[in-house]
């Protein structure tokens, strides 16, 4: 199987092999004219040693943190492109006994669990057993009964709890009590009636009795309890040895008992049993293990030919990192910055987006005892796992000071989108007809509808005026800097100015210039700069 570093060297030799065709495109114009985009590549050849060296910038917010926020004992981890880059421990995982956390401590994580359920219920879908937009309660026949707020309310689909949907209230205190709730318990709760707080289909409210529902799916359809299941088919292909919904099921000399602060001291809290709710949260892992979670998610990335996990095929990973259900725009503001963060809930994961970063899949986890939460960059190959065992361990700020970190450092490049051949093709005509119009060369790269939105002659004057204006002599400065395998700009530095060239491609076989824009730009201007949302 290749590892990611030998797709990465892949991937830059494909981009070689893009940039050749655009120079050569005369010479062999079928290869010129395909549509299949090598993947998306990194471009810095040091960029695991500048991630490594920013590691101990990273080890102080966490410590900085750990003491600010009292945590007993903490461990941390930063995956990079399918491994485990950096680990640390930190503290007790036992205060009365003085017993320090290591990297094998195991942690309850809480509702990051959804994410395991959320497979689940993926993998069945694959396997045909089920489809998303099934009523529930064809596989839950206690839903059944259920009374809808409303006569013309839908009948509530497994899509609808795996993106909190459903319409039930938010529920995380009393959902946090659930957990040691037995199988007859859920179903008695189910036969008893659920309020709604939304019709379902409208709005996202969270609901942990809605992924015990889905965790019940999990069993019905599959014949398995949860438990075995996710053991089964998920846990043990992973290798994830550590990984338990039971507590007692953990060595004593590696688990970390939950604290909560009270007074100025650490209190311990019970240790909640396994039950019908274990699939909205009952979960207990280690950092190295999180880490192998975490990696099969960033796995998914670029979409690529070659090998498939065991455990999910790549599309269907991708699928679960995407918005399925929209939330409330929100506004922070540390450190005299003002940030705008927009997203919503994808299969049991949430997806946001920020100033700094365009894609941003996570989910945290919060028990009395214990507090954790994995973030990760799908377009950046990097994400950060924290665990604790304080009571709602709080980790939003240091992760997103962590990022900051790795981001000044000059560590959180994304992947760039490569062109499709027929693309850079394109582009070496489309440069030719700028610098020089000729009608033969026009009509050979438009597609049907490029000269019925502006004539030719039209385009023609307005491109002339541009070139004038630049001075002329206009040249190709750089690669040509792709949105997608259809669509990119490039710049063409000229005598005394410089002009920005687009081309959108048509959907057609072969492929034709459907758009095409020519403005200016100052000499010495990016085609990379944007303006940023933070103020």
């Not at 410590?63 to 930063?78: C, D, N, W």
């Not at 205190?173 to 939304?198: K, T, Y």
């Not at 599309?315 to 929209?326: A, C, F, K």
Request: glycine share 8%; net charge positive.
């Amino acid at each position: 199987m290749p590892t990611p570093r030998s797709e990465a060297r892949a991937s830059l030799r494909a981009l070689g092999l893009s940039l050749t065709l655009s120079v050569v495109a005369t010479a062999s114009p079928l290869a010129a004219q395909s549509s299949v985009a090598p993947p998306a590549a990194f471009r810095d050849p040091n960029r695991l040693a500048t991630l490594r060296r920013a590691m101990p910038a990273v080890d102080s917010v966490m410590r900085r943190f750990m003491a600010q926020s009292r945590v007993p004992g903490i461990a941390y981890g930063v995956v990079v492109d399918g491994q485990l880059l950096h680990v640390a421990a930190h503290g007790l995982r036992d205060v009365p006994r003085n017993a320090a956390v290591d990297t094998s401590t195991v942690f309850r994580i809480a509702s990051m669990t959804k994410s395991f359920t959320a497979l689940a219920i993926l993998q069945l879908r694959d396997a045909g057993k089920l489809a998303l937009d099934d009523p529930a309660e064809r596989y839950v026949p206690e839903l059944r009964m259920l009374q809808y707020p409303t006569s013309d309310a839908p009948r509530i689909t497994v899509r609808h709890l795996l993106t909190h949907a459903a319409g039930f209230p938010e529920d995380n205190p009393w959902g946090d009590q659930q957990l040691s709730a037995s199988e007859a318990d859920l179903s008695r709760m189910m036969r008893a009636g659920i309020p709604f707080s939304n019709v379902p289909g409208v709005a996202y409210e969270y609901s942990n009795f809605g992924f015990a529902i889905l965790g019940r799916i999990v069993v019905n359809v599959s014949g398995k309890p949860y438990a075995r299941y996710l053991r089964e088919h998920i846990l043990q292909p992973l290798g994830m040895t550590s990984t338990t919904m039971e507590s007692a099921e953990v060595p004593e000399s590696r688990r970390a008992r939950g604290y909560r602060l009270q007074d100025g001291q650490w209190l311990e809290e019970p240790a909640l049993p396994d039950g019908s709710f274990g699939a909205m949260g009952g979960m207990l892992t280690s950092s190295a293990d999180l880490s192998r979670w975490v990696a099969l998610m960033l796995s998914a990335w670029p979409p690529r030919d070659g090998n498939e996990s065991p455990v999910l095929k790549r599309s269907s990973l991708r699928e679960m990192q995407q918005v399925w259900r929209s939330a409330a725009a929100s506004a922070s503001y540390a450190n005299g910055t003002l940030s705008l963060n927009s997203g919503g809930y994808a299969y049991g994961l949430r997806v946001s987006q920020n100033c700094l970063f365009s894609h941003i899949v996570a989910h945290s986890g919060g028990l009395p005892g214990y507090g954790s939460q994995m973030r990760w960059l799908p377009e950046h190959g990097v994400g950060i796992i924290a665990l604790g065992n304080l009571t709602y361990t709080g980790w939003g700020a240091p992760i997103d000071q962590a990022l900051e970190v790795l981001q000044r450092a000059g560590a959180l490049e994304p992947r760039v989108v490569q062109p499709a051949p027929v693309l850079t093709a394109m582009q070496q005509q489309v440069t030719r007809l700028v610098q020089r119009w000729d009608a033969a060369l026009a009509d050979s790269i438009a597609a049907m509808n490029l000269y019925r939105d502006e004539s030719a002659p039209r385009r023609a004057a307005q491109i002339a005026r541009l070139v004038d204006a630049a001075g002329g002599q206009c040249e190709p400065e750089g690669e040509i800097l792709a949105e997608n395998a259809l669509r990119g700009v490039w710049k063409l530095r000229c005598a005394t100015g410089a002009l920005r060239v687009g081309i959108t491609l048509a959907p057609t076989v072969p492929a034709r210039v459907q758009q095409l824009t020519v403005t200016s730009m100052p000499r010495d201007g990016s085609l990379r700069s944007a303006p940023s949302c933070r103020q």
